[in-house]
């Protein structure tokens, strides 16, 4: 147990100092993943062998004195819409049940050249569809600090695993704050890169312009370590950015000194717990403390970003869904007498209700006449909410708020009202619209005893500031030490 | 604005889904609600405002016009629901 409570970069300098060996921390590993993952629920499914022969390589070259690469042995957890050669990739849905991809993402190629180890792929809402993880067609992820509460979502089984001890780090996928929103009411730290910092090639989509694979981890340093592997240019995705990649470990101590933090009125209004407020507030304290300077800021379009999002995003699913068509892959229905029947029945059938919903609202705002009343208007009040962002960051380095306005909700509290949890990402969504990065930290626990995440919001490509300014408050804090009874 | 039984079956024949009369009615109240908490997007004036379909301001990328490896035909094959030869296999096209 022990062993797992460490963070990656702790147990990556023991592993090359050969204090321990890679294929004893995988046993370790999977020893406590079958004690407590049937209570977690984390994984659809492990990679267990393949993990051990990878163990075994690490070790080799270790004990050879042969280079290994930034991750060496540390277990990683994928989230299941992020294509693995091999090994099968369902998008927690039906549809995709056998579907095992020829091909490799480009992220999962380059966790594999720096020796990383893939452990296993974990549970999402159906297509990152959701804000709860309950939304699986196979398992409902639970909270480690409370079984009865769910993990956030739509990346809740890799926050889960990692909240857990039972993954070092993960890689989670955003389209509306489906890392900074799990990692919040898990307790650990997740990130969402700039649109265009990491490659989305091998990330099955959902919206494509708002689309982001990024790092899970149990702190900041390691959060930055795993940036740094997994961002940069890729030719097999267009919109990736041709931005080299700093060591986003490098400057991390630099502080807050000096820096200017924005607090958004309209991030503090009506509908935000108490307790999530007070910890936020404290946030805030530390950071003055440290020498930055708060000053208010406001977002005057924030109000619109959960409307504009679920047509955005839903509008550009309506079309990256329809090539699930039983034709060339994934689930088939059988029996059926033309190719029409096939393709209503094979996506009736391998579909649940959620993304269901989701593909009708976004055909009906993209359909004639509808059109300009829906996605049009939508694309325009994005471009509002955007502008906002532009203006506030020539006066302020960050903006510090809420990632959630609530700590974690039971399980089927909101599964029955659609809208009351899409509202869950009211702090998370504008930037997704936006593209500018966001980070969620641990910053406290409700009365409860449910974490409690504080959100850093910088400009475009601003990710080294961003790390830097959560590190801030980190290394003055606690809360990412605390761990769930299990 | 709210729709009726008549627009989800429109709706559910462009996304291909075939709805039974349970799911009509649930999606008919779902969706209702959902687009009438979205016609607040009407309030700001966006007279002037230009449409964002996109974050980042980009311009074409092109790559060589050279031939590269791909992913074999046999590893695409071996994931579909139905193949001969060459092809993928469907139920019959025309009536």
């Known amino acids: 147990m022990k062993l797992l409570s460490f963070t990656a970069l702790q147990i990556r300098r023991k592993i090359l100092a050969r204090e321990i060996r890679t294929s004893d921390l995988i046993k370790e590993l999977y020893e406590r993943i079958n004690k407590v993952d049937p209570d977690v629920q984390s994984f659809l499914a492990l990679n267990e062998k393949a993990a051990f022969d990878a163990a075994k390589e690490i070790d080799q070259k270790i004990a050879n004195s042969v280079k290994v690469g930034l991750l060496a042995g540390i277990p990683i957890a994928i989230k299941d819409n992020i ?22 993402a480009f992220v999962i190629k380059r966790l594999k050249e720096e020796d990383a180890i893939i452990i ?91 689309d982001q694979i990024g790092p899970v981890a149990k702190d900041v340093c390691d959060t930055a370590l795993l940036l740094s592997v997994i961002a940069g240019k890729d030719k097999h995705d267009s919109t990736c950015a041709d931005i080299g990649v700093p060591d ?9 000194k000096g820096f200017r933090v924005g607090v958004p009125v309209e991030y503090f209004g009506k509908g935000l717990d108490d307790d999530v407020r ?38 550009e699913a309506s079309s990256n869904l329809a090539r699930f068509d039983g034709v060339r892959y994934g689930f088939r229905s059988n029996d059926v007498k033309g190719i029409d029947e096939m393709y209503c029945r094979s996506r009736s059938e391998g579909f649940g209700n959620e993304v269901k919903r989701r593909i009708m609202l976004g055909n009906y705002a993209l359909s004639s006449g509808y059109y ?24 302020i380095d960050c903006i510090i708020c809420p990632t959630s306005p609530v700590p974690a909700f039971e399980i089927g509290e909101r599964v029955n009202n659609p809208l009351e949890m ?16 966001g980070i969620s930290i641990p910053c406290g626990f409700s009365k409860k005893g449910l974490p409690i995440g504080l959100q850093i919001l910088t400009n475009c490509f601003e990710e080294a500031k961003m790390l830097q300014i959560a590190y801030a408050f980190e290394r003055e804090t606690d809360f990412h030490l605390a761990k769930p009874k299990l | ?91 019959k096209v025309i009536e």
Not at chain 1, 185 to 202: E, F, I
Not at chain 1, 278 to 298: F, H, N
């Open chain 1, 278 to 315: 007070t910890a936020v507030d404290k946030a805030l304290k530390i950071y003055e403390k440290l020498g930055a300077k708060i000053v208010e800021v406001s977002l005057p379009h924030t109000e619109y970003a959960v409307a504009v999002y679920y047509i955005v995003a839903n509008a």
């Open chain 1, 422 to 437: 899409y509202l869950s990402d009211i702090y998370t969504i504008p930037a997704n619209l936006s593209g500018i990065p």
């Open chain 1, 120 to 210: 296993g792929k974990t549970n999402l809402d159906e297509f990152a569809m959701g804000s709860s993880t309950e939304n699986s067609s196979y398992k409902i992820t639970r909270n480690p600090y409370n079984l009865n509460c769910v993990p956030g979502g739509s990346s809740g089984g890799s926050t889960a695993a990692v909240a857990a001890d039972i993954a070092f780090m993960a890689l989670g996928s955003e389209t509306g704050g489906s890392i900074r929103q799990p990692a919040a009411l898990c307790g650990v730290v997740g990130l969402k890169p700039t649109y265009g910092r990491v490659s989305r090639y091998g990330l099955i989509a959902f919206g494509s312009s708002l």
């Open chain 1, 248 to 256: 986003y470990l490098k400057g991390i101590d630099g502080g807050v």
């Open chain 2, 1 to 91: 604005m709210s729709i009726n039984i008549k627009d989800i079956e429109y709706i559910a024949s462009l996304s291909k889904f075939k709805l039974n009369d349970d799911e009509k009615m649930v999606f008919v109240g779902q969706l209702s609600e959902v687009l009438s908490y979205i016609e607040k997007l009407n309030k700001p004036d966006t007279e002037n405002v230009m449409p964002l379909v996109h974050p980042l301001s980009m311009t074409n990328v092109f790559r060589d016009d050279k031939q590269e490896e791909s992913i074999s035909r046999e590893n695409v094959q071996f994931i579909a629901p139905a193949v001969m030869g060459a092809f993928f296999k469907v139920p």
């Open chain 1, 372 to 395: 300009d009343a829906y996605y049009l208007k939508a694309s325009k009040v994005r471009n509002l909410i955007k502008k906002d962002f532009d203006e506030v960051f020539k006066k």
């Open chain 1, 83 to 104: 294509c693995t050669e091999g090994i099968a990739t369902t998008c927690a849905s039906k549809i995709l049940r056998n579907f095992i991809p020829p091909y490799d």
